[in-house]
C-alpha cells in the first residue's frame, strides 16, 4: 500500500508513541505491597462479592456501577453477607465494620479510577460493553494500575485490546458466592506481562483465594468444563432422563459435587449460562449449543433465583421451594 510523505512518518511517530507508552507502563507494574486501593466496576452478584472479599482483605475499595443506586445496593447485599459472617463467627462486628468502612459506592468512573492500584472488571458478559469500559478506565487509570476482567469466558486479548496497553490486562475470575467459593481462574492472554500476571496471583493469594493460572482460550479451565455438565444436565431433562431434583442428587450424592448442575444454574443465572453456551458454541462447538429449555425460560424471565424461578421455585430470601 502507498502511503504519502505526510501520512508515512505521522504513522511511524504514533507507533513509535505507542511502543514508548507501552514499555513504560510495562516497566511500572507495582509490587503487591505497594497495591492499596482497588476499584471494582459493576455491583451485581460478582462485583459486589470481590468488593466483600477485597474490603475484608484490607484494600481501600471503589465499588463503582453505572445505575443510579446500584452501587449503593452492592454495598447492600455485602453487608448483609458481613452481618451472616458475623453470624457463623467468620469475623468480628469490628471486622466487619472496619471492612464496611473501606467501601465507598461511586456513580462516576474517572474518579473511581483516578487513584487506584487495580481496576476489577464485573459488568454484564457483552464484549463491547467491556472494551467500551476498559477504555474508558484506561484513560482515567493511573499507568501503574493493574487491569482485570471477571469475565467467565470472552476472550481476554480481545477486551485488552481496548487499553493503550494490552500487556497490563489479565483475567481474574472469581466464583459465585464470591466470599465463600475459593477459587480464581488467572488468565493470561499472549501479550499479557508476567509481571502483571504474578501480581493478579499474589493479589488473589492476598484476597485469600486459591489462584490457578490458565490460557487465553475459550471457557478457560472453569467455564468450559462446568458447562458441560449444566447443558448436558438441562438436555437430560429435556429428554426426561429424570427430574432436575433427582438428576441433582445424582452429581451431589454420586460425584460429591456441593450443589447439583441445575441447582448451580439457578445460582449463577440462566441468562448467564446462556450467555456463555452462546459463546462457546461458536468458539469451541456443538457441545456447548443452548439447550431449548434454557433459551425457553429465559425468554420467559425465569432466571434462577434472582428472579424467584428458573429450574426450581425460590422465596424472596434465597430458600428452594420446589
Ligand atoms: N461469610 C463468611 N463465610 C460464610 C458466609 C458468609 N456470609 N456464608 C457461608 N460462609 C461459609 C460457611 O461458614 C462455611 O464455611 P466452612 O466450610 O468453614 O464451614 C462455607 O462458607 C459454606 O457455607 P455453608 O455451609 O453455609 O453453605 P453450604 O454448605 O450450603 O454451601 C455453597 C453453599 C458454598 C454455595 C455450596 O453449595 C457450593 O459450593 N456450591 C457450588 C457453588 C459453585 O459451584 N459456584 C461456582 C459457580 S460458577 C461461577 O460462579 C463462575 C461463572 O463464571 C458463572
Request: net charge neutral; hydrophobic share 45%; aromatic share 4%.
Amino acid at each position: 500500500m502507498c502511503r504519502d510523505s505526510l501520512t508515512f512518518p505521522r504513522v511511524l511517530l504514533q507507533r513509535a508513541v505507542r511502543v514508548v507508552y507501552v514499555l513504560r507502563v510495562t516497566t511500572r507494574t507495582i509490587a503487591i505491597d505497594e497495591l492499596r486501593t482497588i476499584t471494582v466496576i459493576g455491583s451485581g452478584t460478582m462485583g459486589a462479592g470481590i468488593a466483600h472479599v477485597a474490603a475484608i482483605a484490607g484494600y481501600a475499595v471503589q465499588l463503582f456501577d453505572a445505575a443510579a443506586g446500584a452501587a449503593a445496593a452492592g454495598l447492600g447485599r455485602i453487608e448483609k453477607n458481613l452481618a451472616k459472617g458475623v453470624e457463623l463467627g467468620k469475623l468480628t462486628a469490628a471486622d466487619r465494620d472496619a471492612a464496611l468502612a473501606r467501601i465507598r459506592p461511586c456513580d462516576d468512573l474517572a474518579a473511581a479510577c483516578t487513584h487506584t492500584d487495580c481496576a476489577i472488571e464485573a459488568v454484564p458478559e457483552v464484549i463491547a460493553l467491556k472494551r467500551e469500559i476498559f477504555a474508558a478506565i484506561d484513560r482515567a487509570a493511573p499507568e501503574h494500575a493493574l487491569l482485570a476482567t471477571n469475565t467467565s469466558s470472552l476472550p481476554i486479548s480481545e477486551i485488552a485490546t481496548s487499553v493503550r496497553a494490552p500487556s497490563r490486562l489479565v483475567g481474574m475470575h472469581f466464583f459465585n458466592p464470591v466470599h465463600v467459593m475459593k477459587l480464581v481462574e488467572i488468565v493470561r492472554h499472549t501479550g499479557s506481562d508476567p509481571a502483571a500476571v504474578s501480581l493478579a496471583v499474589s493479589l488473589a493469594e492476598k484476597l485469600g483465594k486459591t489462584p490457578i493460572t490458565v490460557a487465553d482460550s475459550p471457557g478457560f479451565a472453569s467455564s468450559r468444563l462446568g458447562l458441560v455438565i449444566g447443558l448436558e444436565a438441562m438436555r437430560m431433562v429435556e429428554q426426561g432422563v429424570a427430574s432436575p431434583a433427582d438428576i441433582d442428587t445424582a452429581m451431589k450424592l454420586g460425584y460429591g459435587h456441593p450443589m447439583g448442575p441445575l441447582e448451580l444454574t439457578d445460582l449463577v443465572g440462566l441468562d448467564v449460562r446462556l450467555g456463555i453456551a452462546e459463546h462457546l458454541s461458536t468458539a469451541i462447538g456443538p457441545a456447548f449449543t443452548p439447550p431449548a429449555v434454557l433459551r425457553e425460560k429465559v425468554a420467559a424471565g425465569k432466571l434462577g433465583k434472582k428472579t424467584g424461578e428458573g429450574f426450581y421455585r425460590w422465596s424472596p430470601d434465597g430458600k428452594r421451594l420446589g
